[in-house]
């Protein structure tokens, strides 16, 4: 096991190691810096690799183990993450290494056996995971994993779908699933019981997908981590040395419920980020709302990867390296985010202009320049109409040329359709924006 008082604190800022702001944390110990080279060994992302090693790690933890009520209620140790990056930048990639990186072992040396994998689906089906089918017995610890956003986004979105605020329970280990008359479609699952680990891989012009509920306090259970790493050594033209996976002993966890050890020093720091969310300090970005809760959650991790579960000052600094990187990585998104909409905006202006320029262009007819001239008057005064009463406004002089100019003006999406009348008659109006 490795001695935690020796690992070096790691600063609030950013650190310098060389232009790497990650090289002293994955130097500070000797299994940080193996899963580093391991990820490097593979030609992946150093964060996004023990991202899932970390994940790994904490479902094989029992729910009975919790993190204690230092602000509201006990917590579960539930963890989730978002890695980050452009397609093909080896987010599956990262996954696949973090799934080699290492081997975890029991007190025996016997291999642990892994959480069970999912891919993902509907909330029902999640809660039955844990509840139990037909013919299979319940499972304590899933692995969920979606390596694309757009496909959690698809099952979220569905009409009726409870998968989003299942999610949103599951961090906390509440109660899951809904109680039914028949025992055999009911899929309740008790708070503490159950332990799930999400990783969910996204492009960063996607990351809509979470900023977007943001008051739902869905992106603030994420730890978010690149998928990038620019440090990663250029191939020297060999073959890559194989490495193999790192032993890591898992610690006894006993049975019964055990509370996660935290230093009085560390909960106050916990409370007082508390305190600052519940008087709304504007100082305080939203999307930290569970920043200490998911800090304490790697923290507990790392630990779990050095031998132990109890959190120490090393740990704590440690998880707070991480969670620095994570807010630059969710900063990055967000600023992808918007740069995407900024495109798009433009794009849509532009549109507009060269749809007026044609307009303009094929209606320069002085007799087609007065029917669009007696629309718009038209569409002034009453808002929206049929397509007889802008007929109707026309003097009889150009009524001929109506066909011709409506024509063009519903082709180039300046004349829309708000709706019908009672009978049925299609009721247009100038586009809104």
């Not at 013919?135 to 496909?151: C, D, L, R």
């Not at 935290?262 to 519940?278: F, G, K, S, T």
């Not at 600023?335 to 307009?359: D, F, K, Y």
Request: proline residues 6%; aromatic residues 8%.
């Amino acid at each position: 096991m490795i001695d935690a008082d020796s690992v070096p604190p790691m600063p609030d800022d950013e650190p310098a190691g060389n232009g790497d702001p990650d090289a002293e944390f994955f130097d500070a110990t000797p299994i940080l810096k193996a899963i580093a080279d391991f990820a490097w060994s593979r030609y992946t992302s150093r964060l996004a690799v023990l991202g899932c090693v970390l994940r790994r790690g904490i479902a094989l933890i029992p729910p009975s183990v919790k993190l204690p009520a230092i602000t509201g209620a006990a917590a579960s140790l539930n963890f989730y993450t978002v890695t980050a990056g452009a397609s093909g930048q080896g987010k599956d990639a990262a996954d696949g290494a973090g799934f080699d990186a290492v081997d975890f072992f029991d007190q025996q040396r016997e291999l642990f056996p892994e959480a069970r994998q999912a891919g993902g689906g509907s909330g029902e089906g999640l809660a039955r995971i844990f509840r139990g089918r037909k013919g299979q017995p319940p499972v304590t610890a899933v692995h969920v994993m979606f390596n694309e956003v757009s496909k959690l986004g698809a099952l979220i979105d569905r009409q009726g779908a409870t998968l989003e605020s299942e999610l949103l329970a599951g961090y906390m280990g509440q109660r899951l699933g809904a109680e039914n008359n028949s025992k055999d479609t009911t899929t309740v699952v008790e708070p503490h019981t159950y332990r799930l680990c999400l990783g969910v891989g996204a492009q960063p012009e996607n990351a809509d997908f979470f900023l977007s509920r943001e008051r739902n306090g869905f992106p603030q259970r994420f730890l978010w981590l690149p998928a990038s790493d620019p440090w990663c050594p250029q191939p020297a033209g060999e073959p890559a040395r194989a490495l193999t996976p790192i032993t890591v002993a898992l610690p006894a966890f006993g049975s019964g419920i055990r509370f996660i050890d935290v230093p009085e020093r560390i909960r106050q720091e916990v409370v007082e980020c508390r305190w600052r969310a519940l008087v709304d300090d504007p100082g305080m970005d939203p999307l930290d709302g569970h920043l200490m809760l998911t800090r304490l959650k790697v923290a507990v991790g790392l630990a779990l990867l050095h031998g132990g579960l109890d959190v120490d000052e090393g740990f704590w600094w440690l998880a707070g390296h991480l969670m620095l990187r994570s807010r630059q990585t969710r900063d990055q998104m967000r600023t992808a985010v918007e740069a995407r909409r900024r495109r798009e905006n433009t794009a849509r202006a532009s549109a507009r202009a060269e749809a007026q320029v044609i307009v303009e262009t094929r209606l320069a007819d002085a007799r087609a320049d007065r029917v669009l001239r007696a629309i718009k008057r038209k569409l002034a005064a009453g808002g929206e109409t049929t397509e007889g009463d802008l007929r109707r406004c026309l003097d009889s002089s150009i009524r001929g040329d109506f066909n011709a100019v409506f024509t063009v003006l519903v082709d180039e999406g300046l004349l829309v359709s708000y709706g019908t009348t009672q009978k049925g008659t299609i009721v247009w109006g100038w586009r809104r924006g």
